[in-house]
């Protein structure tokens, strides 16, 4: 009975060890889960801080596109704009020169006509010369 006595202490004594030790465990166990759940916590909260700034990073630099690209339009049209104004003036300039040439040759012809008209009646005797004679 000693050796069954013995035994019951023994298992009882063991038996309140291992509730010991589970208790310790459970209790390290749920540290253990705690600190990891905060982990988990604390880079969730990073990678979402992370995203955010990237997202305003592209937002900006997106925002800083479209400024650039309403830019070069804005200068794209003031160009053509001016092209346009060039060729305006060109026609006009090759116009009036043109029309200034036209001038210069009528004015030409006229004079040759002038001309022609005066040689032919320095050529021709007057009429009136004839009946006096």
Same mark, same amino acid.
């Given at each position: 009975?000693?050796?069954?006595?013995?035994?019951?202490?023994?298992?009882?004594?063991?038996?309140?060890?291992?509730?010991?030790?589970?208790? $310790?465990?459970?209790?390290?166990?749920?540290?253990?889960?705690?600190?990891?759940?905060?982990? %988990?916590?604390?880079?969730?909260?990073?990678?979402? %801080?992370? $995203?955010?700034?990237?997202?305003?990073?592209?937002?900006?630099?997106?925002?800083?596109?479209?400024?650039?690209?309403?830019?070069?339009?804005?200068?794209?049209?003031?160009?053509?704009?001016?092209?346009?104004?060039?060729?305006?003036? $060109?026609?006009?300039?090759?116009?009036?020169?043109?029309?200034?040439?036209?001038?210069?040759?009528?004015?030409?012809? %006229?004079?040759?006509?002038?001309? %022609? $008209?005066?040689?032919?009646?320095?050529?021709?005797?007057?009429?009136?010369?004839?009946?006096?004679?």
């Amino acid at each position: 009975m000693d050796s069954a006595h013995g035994d019951e202490r023994n298992l009882a004594h063991s038996a309140a060890g291992r509730n010991v030790a589970r208790n $310790t465990d459970s209790i390290e166990i749920e540290k253990l889960k705690e600190e990891h759940e905060k982990q %988990i916590q604390k880079l969730t909260f990073e990678n979402r %801080i992370k $995203t955010l700034e990237l997202e305003k990073e592209m937002s900006k630099q997106d925002k800083e596109q479209k400024m650039k690209i309403l830019q070069l339009e804005k200068d794209n049209q003031s160009l053509s704009h001016e092209l346009e104004l060039v060729k305006l003036k $060109t026609a006009h300039e090759m116009e009036a020169k043109g029309g200034v040439f036209n001038l210069k040759m009528k004015d030409l012809e %006229i004079l040759k006509d002038k001309d %022609i $008209t005066a040689k032919d009646k320095t050529n021709a005797k007057p009429k009136s010369m004839k009946w006096r004679k």
